[in-house]
């Protein structure tokens, strides 16, 4: 009986944002990855999280923390990755008046056991009819429309928040999956230092993610979106307010560091295929997802260094969702590209 009142949640555990699908309704949150918390008597109280919880950035009394618990690596804090991933279950069960749900929740490709074992184990606790693990870049695949079951294969960059990752399906199965704990984060840490060292000028990260997203750019040559914008931060010598402009050239020249590594990353992959999937792979190019792929010429700048052509996917934040929904949809067919917990 429980399958028959059973429904469908996929959730894209992201470092960044998290996004929650359900079958026939499709997406029905969308929040950043954050955690408000209030620390008190040596415990701790949750008092928000997503989006309410990101507003409070910089607004927050001493008193509370604002986390992001799963950035500088997959899971840096598991008691709050834990309650993020029940609120938002909770929050999704409510809506739709569930039973007891299947349950599917992305995890970057390299994951451990034990980060895997946490994913797995909250969303058991949460009266879940059953739980299944998937790597992101695979579900990313399958949400990018990709010819997985073809022969030839078809590779996936997914650049999110805090990891890069990549997977390489062929003939239904999984050939290649890996991360790189460089991405996103890694770029707007790349914008503070150049802005550091050139101008001597201290910014926060939400002013430097800023920064890449309106005016970023990866390469500075030609006619892109990217132009000039005026940042403001805290002068390092005289501790005062001060403004300067960085060009898109500056912040193409801050932003080649985490380039070079995602470039590397992903060479080192191809190096691992089998000669003849590296050939198809070739020919056909790699396919952008992830957050990271809006950023302005970044499939140019990859193209150049890795020597491949890049494509970026249409709604690149939205591909890891909606494939992990496809996979759940027709489970049987694709149980194979499921993780163990
Ligand atoms: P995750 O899967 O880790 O949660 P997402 O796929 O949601 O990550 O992507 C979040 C990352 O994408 C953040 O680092 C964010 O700054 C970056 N991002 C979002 N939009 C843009 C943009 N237009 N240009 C560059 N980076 C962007
Ligand atoms: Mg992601």
Request: charge should be neutral.
């Amino acid at each position: 009986m429980a399958s028959v009142f059973s429904d469908d949640i996929s959730i894209d555990l992201g470092t960044a944002n998290t996004l929650v699908h359900v079958a026939g309704r499709g997406i029905v949150i969308d929040e950043p990855s954050v955690v408000a918390v209030r620390n008190f008597r040596g415990g701790r109280e949750i008092m928000a999280v997503g989006r309410k919880a990101k507003s409070l950035v910089g607004r927050a009394p001493e008193s509370m923390e604002i986390l992001r618990p799963l950035r500088d690596g997959v899971i840096a804090d598991f008691i709050a990755t834990e309650e993020m991933l029940r609120q938002f279950i909770k929050r999704t069960k409510s809506m739709l008046g569930f039973r007891r749900p299947r349950i599917l929740i992305c995890v970057p490709a390299g994951a451990t056991p034990v980060e895997r074992r946490a994913v797995y184990d909250t969303a058991v606790q949460l009266n879940a009819c059953k739980v299944y693990l998937i790597a992101e870049p695979v579900a990313a695949s399958l949400g990018a429309g990709l010819p997985i079951d073809e022969p030839g294969g078809a590779m996936v960059l997914d650049i999110g928040g805090g990891t890069a990752d990549i997977a390489v399906l062929a003939s239904g199965v999984i050939v290649e999956a890996r991360t790189l704990r460089c991405a996103g984060n890694a770029m707007d840490e790349a914008i503070i230092r150049y802005v550091r060292r050139k101008h001597q000028l201290l910014i926060g990260e939400a002013n430097a993610e800023r920064i890449k997203i309106e005016a970023g750019t990866a390469l500075a040559s030609g006619n892109g979106r990217a132009a000039e914008v005026h940042i403001r931060g805290r002068d390092l010598r005289t501790g005062w307010a001060k403004s300067a402009v960085l060009t898109p050239k500056d912040i193409a020249e801050a932003l080649s560091e985490p380039v070079d590594d995602i470039a590397d990353f992903t060479q080192r992959a191809l190096e691992e295929l089998p000669p003849d999937t590296l050939s198809d792979i070739m020919r056909r190019g790699i396919h952008l997802t992830g957050g990271g792929a809006l950023l302005d010429k970044l499939d140019v700048a990859l193209t150049r260094r890795v020597g491949v052509k890049f494509h970026v996917q249409r709604n690149p934040m939205h591909c890891v969702v909606k494939g992990s929904a496809a996979v759940l949809e027709g489970l049987s067919e694709h149980s194979h590209l499921l993780m163990r917990p």
